[in-house]
T-cell receptor
Framework: RKEVEQDPGPFNVPEGATVAFNCTYS??????FFWYRQDCRKEPKLLMS?????NEDGRFTAQLNRASQYISLLIRDSKLSDSATYLC???????????WGAGTKLIIKP | DAGITQSPRHKVTETGTPVTLRCHQT?????MYWYRQDPGHGLRLIHY???????DKGEVSDGYSVSRSKTEDFLLTLESATSSQTSVYFC????????????FGPGTRLLVL
């Protein structure tokens, strides 16, 4: 079992819709969680950190469920420019190294 | 955007040849990382550095070596390239080794024939 698992998608979503992704992690001792965004053939860039109480940044909301060991990302009013691969990232408790999910591909259609 | 460059951006080489990839940063960050990215896998850490001449192995370090003689430069060497090392290689930097944001270079696409 991979340490961090994501549905690879693709998620095909019409513009303006709301879309949600989940990511599960296996190590209950993990302390830090992130969502990164990666455009096609580009480098990953931090989208947002995920805090225990949940956090929001504009149209994006991230939630953490420690009991079930998953994090989620909700995108409201999706834009064409949201088309990308979204990477779930979890820190390994023992050495702070980041463990990366393989990503969920999102395609927003006009 | 963070000042990180990678060279070369693309390379085709033959099995058994040595290859060196370079990462250069202008941010004066202490930590530097080399990852590889392959379809169906998340980014996997190859090696990282926590200072000049201070390096350590990541989860997929076999067949790779690194060197850091200056704060701004981190070199990744494939001693004898194999087809399994065909991948996209990303360099990243961070100010400290705790779980803060990592900033990535544009990547190097390596094809080993």
């Amino acid at each position: 079992r991979k340490e961090v698992e994501q549905d690879p998608g693709p998620f095909n979503v019409p513009e303006g819709a709301t879309v949600a992704f989940n990511c599960t992690y296996s190590n209950s001792a993990s302390q830090s969680f992130f969502w990164y965004r990666q455009d096609c053939r580009k480098e990953p860039k931090l989208l947002m950190s995920v805090y225990s109480s949940g956090n929001e940044d504009g149209r994006f909301t991230a939630q953490l469920n420690r009991a079930s060991q998953y994090i989620s990302l909700l995108i409201r009013d999706s834009k064409l420019s949201d088309s990308a691969t979204y990477l779930c990232v979890v820190s390994r408790a023992s050495n702070y190294q980041l463990i990366w999910g393989a990503g969920t591909k999102l395609i927003i259609k006009p | 955007d963070a000042g990180i460059t990678q060279s070369p951006r693309h390379k085709v080489t033959e099995t058994g040849t040595p290859v060196t990839l370079r990462c250069h940063q202008t941010e004066n960050h202490r930590y530097m990382y080399w990852y590889r990215q392959d379809p169906g896998h998340g980014l996997r850490l190859i090696h990282y550095s926590y200072g000049v001449k201070d390096t350590d192995k990541g989860e997929v370090s076999d067949g790779y070596s690194v060197s850091r003689s200056k704060t701004e430069d981190f070199l990744l060497t494939l001693e004898s390239a194999t087809s399994s090392q065909t991948s996209v290689y990303f360099c990243a930097i961070s100010e400290s080794g705790t779980v803060e944001t990592q900033y990535f270079g544009p990547g190097t696409r390596l094809l080993v024939l």
